[in-house]
């Protein structure tokens, strides 16, 4: 075992993004993932394109280094497997709502009982000390109620529209990633576990506010809300002669050096509305129109080549080709090209953190459902005969 949590051991009762990539990210350290599936298995094995039958590319991504048991844990025998296997394990991983989990019986009291130590972690739509603690949650809600599409509108001029992305799932989920690790430190030095909420709601509005929350953060308000710059119409990669070019002219250092270097020194001097930081912001529509149709005049090959001379943060757009033939990512080997056993030939991304010490590895493909049910088991101490038992009442599957 390698990375910083080996020795680490996780029920992972999560499905769809949040919680699998959370997980993903505590496997990845070299935690002891364990998928619990139920019957169905996590829905987004069946989310395409796919080679086989619940092994969809969203699944692929976000399950690296777990196993998977498969438990009905509607059925008393299932919900007491995991029991067993929650009184040898550090953490409990869940996104639906505690309700759901109460029903079941497995609420923070019920896995207390048998171990008490166990950091108890739930994310899902809502904090729940308001009014909308029951209520579901998915991504594009949670992004519609957070401004995200709103915000969308207000920069481009055009319809609302969500983030091309999964985004408020992967956002919430490192915070839940590290929530959970903070847990384990605060664990290890006090003895002391403890249940952990994660609200997805809360959790993507600590980010919106923080950059948006503008002259409404006083109070009495000072002025509108938004960022003028994140809003500005004309904040877009920039059309160049042949193709487009993403540039970010910044602080009073880049502006004196890009106005030196097209050959127009005198407008930084002269131009109040280039000036300064507050007054760029001031005129922002007028900055980035100006950018806008200067960048069109040369081809992205001279202006990456001139901006690098002026030291000038830029860099060519990419598509996915382009991201897949990037020399850097080629050199540091962060695209790899592997072998799963049952997919085939696929591409995955490494571990994105670098550590001098307790390096985590790749250890374990995505499984397939119910892959290591047998196996985990027999390791939580499950005779051959009771295993039997349990699958011919199809409370496991395997």
């Known amino acids: 075992m390698s990375g910083p949590l080996s020795g680490i051991r996780v029920l992972d009762l999560t499905s769809v993004i949040m919680g699998p990539y959370a997980s993903q990210q505590l496997a990845d350290l070299g935690a002891d993932v364990i998928k619990v599936e139920p019957p169905g298995g996590d829905v987004m094995r069946q989310a395409g394109p796919m080679r086989n039958p619940g092994m969809g590319h969203f699944y692929l991504t976000t399950n690296r ?94 319809t609302p529209r969500y983030a091309p992305m999964v985004l408020v799932d992967r956002v919430v989920g490192l915070q839940l990633c590290n929530a959970i690790t903070a847990a384990l430190f605060y664990r290890e030095r006090s003895g002391i576990g403890q249940r952990i909420d994660v609200p997805m709601f809360e959790g993507m509005l600590s980010i919106v506010l923080g950059e948006h929350l503008a002259g409404h953060l006083y109070r009495p308000s000072t002025g509108p809300s938004g960022y003028q710059r994140s809003l500005a119409r004309d904040r877009r990669p920039y059309e160049t002669s042949d193709g487009h070019i993403c540039v970010l002219v910044y602080n009073d250092k880049h502006w004196r050096s890009f106005f030196d270097a097209i050959g127009k020194s005198e407008v930084f001097a002269q131009d109040v509305r280039f000036s300064s930081q507050g007054k760029r912001l001031e005129h922002i529509d007028h900055v980035y129109g100006f950018l806008g149709e200067i960048f069109r005049t040369r081809s992205t090959g001279e202006w990456l080549a001139l901006l690098e001379h002026a030291d000038i943060p830029a860099a060519r757009m990419y598509s996915f080709d382009d991201i897949l033939a990037d020399p850097h990512l080629a050199e540091t080997g962060y695209i790899q090209q592997v072998t799963h056993p049952s997919e085939g030939e696929m591409l995955d991304v490494s571990i994105p953190t670098e550590w001098s010490h307790s390096v985590p590895e790749k250890r374990h493909h995505a499984p397939k459902l119910g892959e290591n049910t047998v196996e985990l088991l027999r390791e939580f101490g499950y005779s051959d005969e009771h295993i039997r038992a349990l699958l011919s009442e199809a409370a496991v599957q395997q």
């Not at 739930?122 to 729940?128: E, K, L």
């Open 65 to 158: 280094n777990k196993r998977s048991i498969v438990l009905d844990l509607k059925k008393p025998s299932g919900r007491d497997a995991l029991l067993h296997m929650a009184a040898s394990s550090d953490v409990l991983l869940y996104n639906i709502r505690p309700q759901a989990m109460a029903r079941l019986g497995l609420g923070y009291e019920d896995l207390k009982k048998v171990s008490p130590k166990i950091v108890y972690a739930g994310a899902y739509g809502f904090s729940q000390r308001g009014p909308y603690a029951a209520k579901p949650a998915y991504d594009d809600l949670i992004q519609g109620m957070c401004g995200i599409p709103w915000l969308t509108g207000q920069a481009t001029g055009e």
